[in-house]
């Protein structure tokens, strides 16, 4: 299958192309090195597709429609287009807001209809627990969603209403995964495992919102990743949880790095965010039933895969800092 990949350079969408060319699939990806946080994480992670063949990469934003033309004249007809490209971030996107709208939403809008006149059948989009609030728990794909804390997660909910109408007026088949708090190798330098990692290691504190008991349902990339190629066979509509229906508290999460690192970490308290929901926990049965799909990767197991690639690029990796 060729596979039009957007998002290609980012912490996930690397991983998804890793997926798909071992799988046979020819995939062209996309990314327009957004300056997010630092770019070299994701040269890096360019630089270590490069050699997998069957995928090629062309610079660019989805944003865009003239580019996706023309991209389209030159490497098209694709028989999937998977969107990776994002803005992502809770607390980030109260900042700007504006960007995280254009992106996310605008961004989906121009590959839908890219689909519809191009004649692709196949859409998966990236989007995101956030959506589900404070709702109940474990979080089912069809309880209400029409709650957002957060303008990422608003954006998230009207691109997938958007994907929803393309698959109703014009028969596109979508697949729209949910992924739950995703971690892992050369992970996104905003998120807690990351920069917990990062200043564990390098003696520096970190910064914790709240008292830390707060749960998140952390799942690892590469089980991300596999999820996401497999929902390429699905038809019609469907929305799934990507999640490791295990949720753990930070507070164990620090204790396991530390544990890793062999390192005390120094933690600055902060007051909890009001977007930040106080536990994420994924119903994953759907997932199992129409996928075949479940977590394989355990979160130590997982954290130890983290720390063990953050100290292999401790000299480039320890210079990559965002705001908390």
């Excluded at 596109?172 to 990351?194: C, E, H, K, N, Q």
């Excluded at 396991?256 to 049965?285: C, F, K, M, Y």
Aim: net charge neutral; charged share 25%; hydrophobic share 40%.
């Amino acid at each position: 299958m060729k596979v039009l990949l957007t998002g290609c350079a980012g912490f996930i969408g690397s991983k998804v192309a890793e997926h798909l060319v071992r799988a046979g699939h020819e995939v062209l990806g996309v990314d327009n090195l957004d300056p997010a946080y630092p770019v070299v994480l994701k040269a890096w992670r360019l630089k270590n597709l490069e050699p997998a063949r069957g995928f090629s990469f062309r610079p660019g934003s989805i944003l865009d429609r003239a580019f996706l033309e023309a991209l389209w004249a030159e490497a098209g007809p694709f028989e999937a287009v998977i969107n990776l490209a994002a803005r992502a971030g809770v607390r980030q996107s109260l900042r700007r807001p504006h960007s995280y709208y254009e992106v996310n939403v605008l961004g989906s809008l121009n590959l839908l209809e890219l689909c519809r006149h191009r004649g692709v059948p196949t859409f998966i989009l990236a989007s995101t627990s956030s959506l589900y609030g404070e709702g109940p728990r474990p979080f089912r794909e069809d309880q209400p969603t029409d709650r957002p804390l957060s303008p990422y997660a608003a954006s998230k909910k009207a691109a997938e209403v958007l994907a929803y109408t393309y698959h109703r007026l014009f028969g596109l088949d979508v697949a729209v995964l949910r992924y739950f708090t995703v971690y892992g190798p050369a992970g996104r330098p905003d998120m807690s495992i990351f920069r917990f990692v990062r200043r564990i290691a390098e003696g520096l504190p970190i910064v914790v919102y709240g008292d830390g008991t707060q749960e998140r349902d952390f799942t690892y990339v590469g089980d991300v990743a596999r999820g996401t190629v497999t929902a390429l066979r699905l038809r019609g509509f469907e929305i799934i949880n990507l999640g490791s229906d295990r949720p753990v508290e930070l507070n164990r999460v620090i204790l396991t790095i530390e544990g890793i690192l062999g390192r005390q970490a120094v933690i600055d308290r902060r007051p909890r965010h009001p977007a930040d929901v106080g536990a994420t926990w994924a119903n994953i049965s759907k997932a199992r039933d129409l996928l075949g799909w479940q977590p394989e990767v355990d979160l130590e197991t997982g954290l130890e895969l983290t720390v063990s690639w953050y100290l292999a690029n401790r000299d480039w990796a320890k210079d990559v800092e965002v705001e908390d």
